[in-house]
């Protein structure tokens, strides 16, 4: 069964720093693209950031760029985002979710909450 | 980047109706479009893939259609288990889009 279990959340000042990390079980974790995806309280999704299965290739989006950095240890069966510089619309839910090449985010973690707030 | 425009924003039916949610992109995406299902407190569960694609355990009673631009998500036969928000995701291009949301409750 396929697993995806984030944490690392919580709360935090405007301006500091976090690390998410989503460990995956239930599948051979190096053969997929990884995702985070992001929920604020009310709101729609957002894709944050992606990363193929060798870290070749990365993408942000523009909201996150140059703050947020996405990684993975493939021998741990860990996605990683570092999240620096937080706003205050950086509050959300976040997801990790697995993605094929060509295809769409087929499984999801539960979400891990983050809040930025002074 | 492209924009999803999703409509409605919500839905009211009828256990045993027929409703119809549509997205718009704003450029051809080829058909690279899913549809997730949402409930409270719950992730998105992906429903359907590449237009029209049912993912496995997806009931029949829920399909896709559309081509170009345009791209349309239909459940026949609403039951109560259906009450959820509904999202389309374009993953034809960087950066991967979701529409608004749709959701549909009881009438």
């Known amino acids: 069964e396929v697993q995806l279990v984030e944490s690392g959340g919580g709360l935090v000042q405007p301006g500091r720093s976090l690390k998410l990390s989503c460990l995956a079980s239930g599948f051979t974790f190096s053969n997929y693209g990884m995702n985070w995806i992001r929920q604020a309280p009310g709101k729609g999704l957002e894709w944050v950031a992606s990363?193929?299965?060798?870290?070749?290739?990365?993408y942000y989006a523009d909201t996150v760029k140059g703050r947020f950095t996405i990684s993975r240890d493939n021998a741990k069966n860990t996605l990683y985002l570092q999240m620096t510089s937080l706003r205050s619309e950086d509050t959300a839910l976040y997801y990790c979710?697995?993605?094929?090449?060509?295809?769409?985010?087929?499984?999801w973690g539960q979400g891990v909450m983050v809040t930025v707030s002074s | 980047d492209i924009q999803m425009t999703q409509s409605p924003p919500s839905l009211s039916a009828s256990l045993g109706d027929k409703v119809t949610i549509t997205c718009q992109a704003s450029?051809?995406?080829?058909?690279?479009i899913a549809w997730y299902q949402q409930k409270p407190g719950k992730a998105p569960r992906l429903l359907i893939r590449y237009t029209s694609t049912l993912e496995s355990g997806t009931p029949s009673r829920f399909s896709g259609s559309g081509s170009g631009r345009d791209y349309s998500f239909s459940i026949s036969n609403v039951e109560s288990e259906d009450i959820a928000s509904y999202y389309c995701?374009?993953?034809?291009?960087?950066?991967?889009?979701f529409g608004a949301g749709t959701k549909l409750e009881l009438k």
């Open positions: 450029q051809n995406i080829n058909k690279y």
């Open positions: 990363i193929s299965s060798s870290s070749s290739y990365i």
């Open positions: 979710a697995r993605r094929i090449i060509r295809g769409p985010f087929d499984y």
């Open positions: 995701l374009q993953y034809d291009n960087l950066p991967y889009t």
